[in-house]
């Protein structure tokens, strides 16, 4: 129970008991409320400080969700794009320079999508991933840009090939010795240590280690335009012109089988493995000019192999070792 007051009155010269009034009763439960009221808004503000509301929580959730798929999908376009320029290098280092095609420039491969902004509409809506959204679309319209122009690049390349039936058989596209393990491969086009000098020098071919007596195959349809004979330097080596700018020679040969001035078809044999001139061991080296150039042999042996072999051979010959001559 509450507690009774009383007051002194002095009209009275009583003691009387004290009644609140309805006025008073008011004040309190409006004061009670009001301190209720502040404290409840201060434990609220408190919370909401330090704590995240169920919907914060969902929406940070899904930001870590969007931000975790946007990762992946970055991951997966820069992959594209490494595949991309993997098929562009072919395209302009190998299949052009087989065709005889100039390489498409880089300017024109890498240029963008022109025209007014593509985004616009995206960008004004004031999206707070926006440049996440934009900067994907895009990596991802670059792309599509490229992969058309290759496309277009693979059409042009199809329609030469198919007027270049004497091109083919006359482009040096084997490999001058059998090599079906891929193990005969023993020294690259590039700089290399000279066997003899010791010193690295360009080496303008390839090696192909073999026993002495080893069949050696012209390697593309052409006309023999030089058999010579030198007591260092190639030794006893063979030149043959096979037209459009194409130009092989067999180098330290033991024995020719073909004579100046004879045509000669892709596979067949102009002579035999040696140790002759400036060489160290039993090979053939092997060059290829194009267009007065030496050019690597490798980026030729395209018809006795498979994707898999050729990756291996580019990989034999990349290996910067010792030439055998």
């Not at 609220?44 to 704590?51: A, G, K, P, R, S």
């Not at 491969?185 to 590039?190: F, M, R, T």
Request: hydrophobic residues 35%; aromatic residues 12%.
């Amino acid at each position: 129970m509450s507690r009774i007051k009383y007051y002194y009155d002095p009209k009275t010269c009583k003691y009387e008991r004290y009644v609140k009034s309805k006025w008073d009763i008011t004040l309190n439960v409006l004061g009670f409320l009001s301190l209720s009221s502040l404290f409840a808004v201060g434990i609220l503000i408190v919370f909401n400080m330090y704590f995240d509301s169920p919907k914060e929580l969902l929406l940070k959730r899904e930001n870590q969700e969007l931000n975790l798929y946007y990762e992946l999908l970055e991951q997966e376009v820069s992959k594209l794009n490494a595949m991309m320029e993997d098929l562009q290098e072919r395209d302009d280092n190998l299949y052009r320079v087989i065709f005889e095609s100039e390489p498409i420039p880089s300017s024109v491969r890498k240029a963008g999508y022109g025209g007014t902004d593509r985004f616009k509409e995206i960008k004004e809506k004031g999206l707070k991933q926006e440049y996440l959204i934009v900067s994907t679309m895009e990596k991802v319209e670059s792309l599509k840009k490229q992969l058309y122009i290759q496309s277009r690049s693979y059409d042009e390349l199809s329609e030469t090939a198919l007027n270049k039936e004497e091109y083919w058989a006359s482009i040096p596209a084997i490999q001058p010795i059998h090599n079906e393990e891929l193990n005969r491969l023993a020294s690259g086009y590039g700089m290399r240590i000279h066997p003899i000098l010791k010193v690295r020098k360009m080496h303008t071919g390839v090696d192909f280690s073999a026993p002495k007596g080893t069949p050696i195959y012209a390697t593309g349809d052409g006309v023999v335009s030089m058999v010579r004979t030198e007591f260092g330097g190639y030794g006893k080596h063979i030149m043959v012109d096979h037209g459009f700018g194409f130009t092989s020679r067999y180098a330290h040969m033991n024995d020719f089988n073909v004579k100046a001035g004879q045509k000669v078809k892709r596979g067949d044999q102009i002579g035999t493995v040696g140790n002759t001139g400036s060489s160290t061991a039993p090979h053939v080296h092997y060059e290829v000019i194009k267009d007065g150039k030496y050019v690597n042999p490798v980026n030729y042996f395209f018809k006795d192999l498979e994707p898999s072999e050729f990756d291996k051979i580019l990989e034999l010959a990349s290996r910067e070792n010792q030439s055998l001559s």
